[in-house]
């Protein structure tokens, strides 16, 4: 079976995915990588369908819920533009170590990049039931207070725990439930 688990089978139905930074690098910590993530979300809803119910971003990894009828060439696009935008960032503010680790992680076979950001392939999960979207909404959200980052979910800045709760948040999601 191995990574079969991982594709999205049914990319018009919603799906919880969670997308990791190669070897868990801290890279999110710094508000202008966190914005890429958050500026191509934005495109994807306004330009190619893609509905986000809900996300939150932490210092090496994103989990976030969504729908599109390609959701998985949504993803692929995700990953690549953002991997290429925040690569380009971290060039600039020459931060050579952690470019260097980018470097020496990608895989030998991949002769198209210098670097690799994330890992490979997405964990992907399709939504089976609306008690299913709100446990994967309130696990989403309940992460940063689980790390001990804030006391209450919506006051965690990169998630959709601000949407939920009637505030405005970094990006505009599809809520799920009013």
Not at 17 to 34: A, D, G, I, Q
Not at 38 to 46: E, F, H, M, S, V
Not at 101 to 129: C, N, P, T
Not at 150 to 165: I, K, L, P
């Amino acid at each position: 079976m191995g990574r079969d688990r991982y594709r999205i089978r049914e990319p018009a139905k919603p799906h919880f995915m969670t997308c990791t930074v190669l070897n868990w690098l801290p890279v999110f910590t710094r508000p202008e990588t966190v914005t890429i993530l958050l500026d191509c979300w934005a495109y994807q809803r306004a330009h190619t369908g893609l509905q986000l119910y809900g996300y939150v971003i932490l210092e090496n990894h994103i989990h976030f819920i969504g729908r599109s009828a390609s959701l998985d060439k949504e993803v692929r696009s995700f990953k690549s533009y953002t991997a290429r935008r925040i690569l380009q960032y971290l060039e600039s503010r020459k931060a050579f170590g952690l470019l260097s680790r980018f470097q020496s992680a990608k895989k030998a076979h991949q002769s198209d990049r210098k670097y690799q950001f994330w890992e490979e392939g997405v964990h992907a999960e399709q939504i089976l039931s609306h008690g299913m979207m709100r446990q994967k909404l309130e696990y989403i959200h309940a992460n940063p207070v689980k790390r001990g980052y804030v006391d209450q979910a919506a006051h965690w800045r990169y998630s959709s725990a601000r949407n939920y709760a009637g505030r405005q948040g970094l990006v505009e999601i599809d809520c799920w439930w009013g």
